[in-house]
């Protein structure tokens, strides 16, 4: 669905590229990607949308290169975006303009639009959300509601940089459940071990600069949540 070939990324007075040679492509998967702070995760999934442009190397949808506004707005209407901020991505007064706002631009009435809007709210269980106002909203509960606004485009491929950061427990386990139950590829960033655990199949890391599958011995070294921290241990055969 989705290729990454020989991509390279910069960004202004760095020394070095974030990623450099990069090759990555998606397909039907449930995919995991691990790295340390500031090794160009974020940066894959902007380029992967269009966000950001590489210096050199291309981005591909469906096999075909993607060149012009036309090739960027094919592509986003399968992939959807989440951001690790959910103010970056929530801008409409309330609710249900937020939420509606996607199927708009795909062209659905005002009417339609809003009934996709309603049903989507009602699938992640926010009901009585409609007329919320946005900014009031708890960190969870802005959470969901902007994963509503992606689901609501009807994607085939998500994106999700970092989705459980200052999420509490239980909107946390919330958002597992529903990403657990959706049919569409999805591809997570996330520091949080467990959660990968519970809603990826395969696990990729970013170092120096390129992408990796990682291998049996890596995926099975988890951290499992304690009370004292995060605890990294190997299971032995």
């Known amino acids: 669905m989705l ?3 020989d991509i390279s990324y910069s960004y202004p007075q760095a020394t070095s590229p974030v990623l450099h040679g990069l090759t990555f492509s998606v397909a039907d998967s449930r995919l995991g990607i691990i790295g340390p702070n500031g090794c160009g995760k974020t940066t894959l999934l902007q380029l992967m949308v269009g966000l950001l442009r590489p210096e050199s190397g291309e981005l591909l949808f469906h096999g075909k290169a993607v060149r012009s506004r036309d090739d960027l707005r094919a592509l986003r209407r399968e992939v959807g975006f989440l951001f690790q901020n959910s103010d970056d991505q929530l801008f409409s007064p309330t609710v249900l303009e937020d939420v509606a706002f996607g199927p708009l631009n795909l062209g659905l009435s005002p009417e339609e639009a809003a009934r996709v809007a309603r049903q989507t709210l009602e699938n992640l ?11 009031r909203l708890s960190g969870g509960e802005k959470k969901l509601v902007a994963l509503a606004t992606i689901l609501a485009m009807r994607p085939r491929l998500l994106l999700l940089d970092e989705p459980t950061n200052n999420l509490d427990p239980k909107t946390r386990d919330r958002l597992i459940e529903i990403l657990k ?3 569409l590829s999805q591809v997570i960033i996330s520091h949080d071990w467990n959660f990968l655990d519970h809603t990826t199949t395969t696990l990729y890391e970013i170092t120096a600069g390129r992408i990796a599958r990682c291998d049996d011995a890596q995926i099975h070294s988890h951290r499992h949540l304690h009370r004292a921290g995060d605890h990294p241990h190997h299971h032995h055969p």
């Open 3 to 5: 290729e990454l070939r």
């Open 125 to 135: 269980g926010l009901y009585n959300f409609e007329e919320r106002i946005t900014h």
């Open 181 to 183: 139950g959706l049919e």
